[in-house]
């Protein structure tokens, strides 16, 4: 397993068979350019395919926010989310806060590695993984 953190590290051709289930996935080219933009980021490679990922948006200085933390569902079980969430976390080390949301069933998964349920609200526009511009969605 090897694990890389620099902007460019990754193709698009490496990220393929992620994002299973989700309603609206983004396209692996969305994926790539979220990740090259993020604050910090971990790739986790088998070969040459990505089996997992986990990114930080921060300020830099007190507050970063984990949008994404996903592993391969071939590989889950075995511990790579937690080292990737751990990498992410040392990678943030001195910030004030380490925010993160999550569908309710994983507020668990996050508890055991430190994190506890803070109250929260967001918005979704799926259009926007659909290629809509987001002023126009």
Known sequence: MRFLTEPGAVEASQVEGLFLGWPTPPS???LIAV????YRRVWALEGD???GYVNA???GVLNAFIPWLEVRP???GAGLGTELLRRMVTQLDGMYAIDLCCDPELVPYYEQRGFWP???AGMRNPAVLQGARP???
Do not use: F, T
């Open 28 to 30: 692996a080219e969305q």
């Open 35 to 38: 990740m090259d933009g993020s």
């Open 49 to 51: 395919r990505v089996v």
């Open 57 to 59: 948006i921060s300020d």
């Open 74 to 76: 071939d590989h889950q």
């Open 118 to 120: 803070l109250a929260g």
């Open 135 to 137: 002023a126009e969605a």
